[in-house]
């Protein structure tokens, strides 16, 4: 969402072990969501038969959506396509070869939120099917968020977190790739967005302290040109101003007194953390 300047002083939640529990099972059922959703992303489907999917798995599993009514907003995910960065809205487009999707999803369950987001390239560059340069946007955004919930595991303050996403993309050898700066992460809980901003670049602050049940949606946005974005007639979708195309991955993330977990993961982030050495614990233990 956009930084916001009210929110922003507002004071944080802190979630308790059983609440951050009840987020947990909400973050699992929005992976089987987006895994669903993502295998049934390919060439020639539209973006709403991927809606459709994406909504029946919440409605089997008992959860709702938060993302479907907000703000009227019509769908229960956000289909963004290649300059298009974030709050695509799912519709009649159909998607082809080579296209770069990001799916950004949520769900509800017992009253407690999940957020999370992915891209896939529907192809590869290895077929001939996709830009190597669009691969490495993904890969680079998807290792920024894990760079992300690794120095959420230890940070002192949430302006680490942007810290350390900055750094790392800042020394990435290559195409320079631009870190959106008007559209960020923010707390989750018993809302989608809770304060804080939590900003995927340097700022300079600090930033508010993180405390124990501080829950926070990561997601880091990058393009292959200028960070400069408009939004469509629409009244939603958030394009490149200069055509370049996004990424955009997302988990929701908690800190409690056993340590850090990944809500959206079902492992906790256990299997990409190893690699940072962060050995994530559930809320509760
Ligand atoms: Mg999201
Ligand atoms: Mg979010």
């Given at each position: ?25 909400a ?36 959860a ?35 296209d ?7 769900a ?17 560059s ?35 977190i ?5 750094e ?12 959106l700066e008007?559209?960020?992460g ?43 974005t ?34 959206t ?10 690699r940072f ?9």
């Amino acid at each position: 969402r956009s930084p916001d300047p009210v929110i922003g002083r507002r004071s944080l939640e802190l979630k308790t072990a059983p609440q951050l529990q009840a987020m947990q099972r909400a973050g699992v059922v929005l992976s089987e969501a987006l895994d669903a959703t993502l295998a049934a992303a390919a060439p020639g489907v539209t973006t709403a038969e991927l809606d459709a999917v994406f909504a029946g798995v919440l409605a089997e599993r008992g959860a709702t959506s938060n993302f479907l009514g907000y703000y009227d907003f019509p769908a229960s995910i956000c289909t963004s396509v290649n300059d298009e960065v974030v709050h695509g809205i799912p519709g009649d487009r159909v998607l082809q070869t080579g296209d770069v999707l990001k799916v950004d999803g949520g769900a509800i369950v017992d009253g407690w939120h999940a957020d999370s987001a992915r891209t896939v390239i529907l192809g590869s560059s290895a077929a001939g099917t996709a830009d190597p340069a669009d691969e490495r946007l993904s890969a680079i955004t998807r290792e920024a968020l894990w760079v992300g919930i690794a120095a959420f595991a230890s940070a002192t303050h949430v302006g680490d977190i942007g810290d350390a996403i900055d750094e790392f993309v800042t020394a990435q050898p290559g195409e320079e790739l631009g870190i959106l700066e008007e559209y960020v992460g923010h707390g989750i809980g018993s809302a989608m967005h809770l304060p804080p901003d939590v900003f995927n670049y340097r700022t300079g602050h600090r930033g508010p302290k993180i405390r124990s049940g501080l829950a926070l949606a990561i997601e880091p946005m990058l393009v292959r040109g200028s960070i400069d974005t408009k939004v469509l007639a629409d009244d939603w979708t958030v394009v490149t101003l200069d055509g370049a195309r996004a990424s955009q991955w997302e988990h929701s993330v908690c800190r409690h007194d056993g340590g850090v977990w990944v809500l959206t993961a079902p492992d906790g982030g256990a299997s990409e953390l190893a690699r940072f050495g962060v050995v994530p614990v559930p809320p509760g233990e």
